[in-house]
């Protein structure tokens, strides 16, 4: 049996001052690089082990995978970009304060975040899923078992654990917060309502 563990990246420079970052392409903070360390030892207190890492080449998901793969004892996270985030088309770079302002009525509001559905250029939630079912069929072809760790980014996390247990896309976005440097466990013996691993302390604003 395969063992996808998903996590997100730590928290970037955008995230830290409240901006969308979609596929811009910001550092880790120091908290990014001490949540990414928190997971890497909670991975290494749990006695997890993977037989490989892969990231999206974003560098905020790459730096967090470097981290668990240097305390793992592992070889270099191999990048692919189909990990990569949604494309935010023209909300890339904008405030978090303005996407009632910018995207409104075409919007869902959690207790954590607002998310916005089809703004210009943006890929959309339902193309996010494909995305991730065309993912997942590439790693499943790949991997038959073993246990293997994805780092990549929220919405497209997301849309992966979404594809993975054929859920509704809008009742994911709902269900649960994927934090900076939290982690997933998608597995045929793992229930979707049980999928969340670990949570890390959150510091965005």
């Keep these: 049996m395969l063992k996808i563990y998903l996590a997100r990246h730590g928290q970037d420079q955008d995230n830290a001052n409240g901006i969308l970052n979609g596929q811009r392409d910001e550092p880790l903070t120091d908290i990014g690089i001490n949540q990414a360390k928190q ?18 080449p974003l560098q905020r998901a790459f730096k967090t995978a470097q981290i668990i793969s240097d305390t793992q004892n592992l070889s270099e996270p191999i990048k692919l970009a189909s990990l990569i985030e949604r494309d935010f088309g023209i909300m890339t770079g904008q405030h978090t ?3 009632e302002k910018l995207c409104a009525p075409d919007i869902l509001k959690t207790n954590t975040i607002t998310y916005f559905f089809s703004p210009k250029n943006a890929e959309t939630f339902p193309q996010l899923v494909v995305r991730a079912e065309k993912f997942l069929n590439f790693i499943m072809e790949k991997h038959s078992d073993g246990s293997i760790l994805l780092v990549t980014h929220g919405d497209f996390g997301k849309m992966i654990y979404a594809a993975y247990y054929q859920l509704d896309w809008l009742e994911i976005l709902t269900m ?16 979707a309502e049980n999928s969340h691993v670990f949570n890390i302390e959150q510091f965005n604003h």
Excluded at 183 to 190: G, H, I, V
Aim: glycine share 2%.
């Design 39 to 56: 997971l890497a030892q909670k991975i290494s207190d749990a006695n997890f082990k993977f037989d490989i890492i892969y990231s999206s």
């Design 97 to 99: 304060s303005d996407i």
């Design 176 to 191: 649960f917060h994927f934090g900076n440097s939290e982690l997933l466990l998608l597995a045929k013996d793992s229930q």
